[in-house]
């Protein structure tokens, strides 16, 4: 069963998007962003648990879009971890996450993910989304 993260849940969150993204991210930068998610009330973490620990994670940001002149809900992570992947969790989250958009008021979710992540690719499109949209990224080089 799935429910909406807390503050207690941080860790375990960590855990999943560091395995999602195959590296350890500096943990006191991610938490102090995870807090701000949380309090911020536009950030819905909902958390799928097996044996009381987090196996799957989807973080949700709600925001008014001009272009799209309504509420948006885009998923920013889901993550299972590889334990329990391949075992509809996934899957069940995004009921999850689109239960919890219709309860916010959003009539549309949106996700970007990896081009390298293609199992994710085949996930999304069996879960009814479309490709749509390219997204295009540059990292600045910002002074010390």
């Known amino acids: 069963m799935y429910r909406r993260g807390s503050l207690q849940d941080c860790e375990g969150v960590y855990r999943l998007i560091c395995e999602m993204e195959e590296e350890a991210l500096p943990y006191g ?3 102090e ?32 879009q001009l272009h799209h002149c309504e509420k948006i809900g ?8 590889s334990r329990w992947r391949c075992g509809g969790i996934g899957a069940k989250l995004m009921r999850a996450a689109e239960e919890t958009a219709s309860e916010e008021g959003s009539p549309q979710i949106e996700v970007a ?5 293609t199992g994710a690719h085949r996930f ?15 990292r600045l080089n910002l002074p010390d």
């Open 74 to 81: 885009e998923i920013m992570e889901l993550a299972v971890s």
């Open 29 to 31: 930068i991610f938490k």
């Open 33 to 64: 962003i995870y807090e701000e998610n949380i309090r911020s009330g536009d950030h819905i973490f909902l958390i799928w648990e097996e044996e009381n620990v987090p196996a799957g994670v989807i973080h949700l940001r709600f925001e008014r």
């Open 113 to 117: 993910c990896n081009e390298r992540r």
């Open 124 to 138: 999304y499109m069996r879960e009814g989304f479309e490709k749509s949209h390219g997204k295009f990224s540059k």
